[in-house]
């Protein structure tokens, strides 16, 4: 599949290096952006034709003439507002942006059919969520409501509308009103089945029951943690590499409160006035091969990082892949406060 970084080039490059790049992404389109990506215009195929029937040549630079005020969308906006502003301005492309820097380009072909996608999802759903206690004392954290339907729902559905049809929720935890609730998925036209741990496995250790052999590679997601991602082109970035493990990563940043001071054999080098470091930490989101599998133990608790840990010492291929879209992970209270609050713009 072409990918829309093919769109990106340079304000300097010229029309030439521009119809070149539009031909090879097939999108009618390139995203004219600095070096760290942050958007400065954007140059359709007719903005060029009109450029050169006004007298630009195939040298004129992309800055020239490329329109310096397109529209654009936060990197947050659901799938459904995307959709609304292509179809209401009547949009042939919509650059996405999270503080400035391009993350995507959407297009309406992008919703004119999605096709089922046959990776089946696991979404661990076992935990107690002590931290939200009380709330959690009488329903599993996955069951509480976000907006108007319990948070497991939006995931489920967030996969459903990208064509994933098959699903394996692991349960534990008060699992009778997840699978009460969900039954086999075919009220919302899916199918789900369940692995059911009799004692808690930790993050990864139910996928030891799960059937094999498998379909592919599949995803992995944490059952309290809401996101907008592309997840098929995250499996199909997952197959072109090789990997047998990708680990979803996002970047987190702190601030030190206080000034941090440098230096050596006591000398004072700098003095830096609360400065703020930025790492990319774990987005609760994995895609696994069936190779991952095989060193799972059966019904004995396993977290990821130990799973990670092995596969790195057997020399099997771990990769990250970084995305910076809307992410919120339910498990503290001001977490959980703050995503009832912004359903109805993320997930409405």
């Known amino acids: 599949m072409k990918s829309w970084e093919e769109t990106l080039l340079g304000p300097d490059e010229s029309l030439e290096v521009a119809l070149n790049s539009i031909d090879a992404s097939g999108r009618g389109i390139c995203l004219v952006v600095d070096g760290e990506r942050r958007l400065l215009g954007t140059l359709s195929d007719g903005d060029m034709r009109r450029a050169i029937i006004g007298g630009a040549t195939l040298q004129t630079p992309c800055r020239a003439v490329m329109n310096a005020r397109p529209t654009s969308i936060a990197a947050a906006a659901p799938r459904r507002a995307i959709l609304a502003e292509l179809r209401d301005r009547k949009l042939r492309h919509l650059p996405i942006l999270k503080d400035g820097v391009v993350v995507g380009l959407a297009m309406p072909s992008d919703f004119l059919s999605v096709p089922d996608r046959p990776n089946r999802v696991v979404i661990m759903a076992g935990g107690k969520g002590e931290r939200l206690a009380p709330l959690t004392l009488d329903t599993p954290k996955p069951m509480l409501k976000v907006g108007?339907?319990?948070?497991?729902?939006?995931?489920?559905r967030t996969f459903?509308?990208?064509?994933?049809?098959?699903?394996?929720?692991?349960?534990?935890?008060?699992?009778?009103q997840i699978e009460g609730y969900f039954g086999d998925g075919s009220d919302l036209g899916?199918?789900?089945?369940?692995?059911?741990?009799?004692?808690?496995l930790g993050t990864c250790g139910a996928?030891?029951?799960m059937p094999r052999p498998l379909d592919g590679p599949f995803i992995l997601a944490n059952g309290d943690v809401l996101m907008h991602i592309d997840y098929y082109s995250l499996i199909e970035a997952h197959e072109a590499s090789g990997a047998d493990l990708t680990v979803v990563v996002r970047e987190h940043r702190i601030q030190v409160p206080f000034g941090v001071v440098e230096s050596g054999d006591n000398v004072v080098i700098s003095i830096t006035e609360k400065p703020t470091f930025a790492y990319p930490v774990n987005a609760g989101l994995y895609v696994l091969s069936e190779s991952a599998l095989d060193l799972i133990p059966a019904d004995r608790p396993m977290d990821m990082p130990d799973l990670l840990t092995q596969m790195l010492a057997r020399g099997l291929k771990v990769r990250s892949q970084r995305d910076d879209g809307y992410w919120i992970d339910i498990g503290r209270m001001s977490d959980y406060d703050r995503a009832n609050a912004e359903f109805g713009d993320s997930f409405s």
């Open 190 to 200: 899916l199918e789900i089945d369940y692995l059911r741990e009799t004692r808690p």
């Open 207 to 209: 996928l030891s029951l």
């Open 148 to 156: 108007p339907r319990p948070v497991l729902e939006t995931i489920v």
């Open 160 to 176: 459903a509308e990208q064509g994933f049809r098959r699903f394996y929720l692991s349960t534990n935890y008060k699992a009778d």
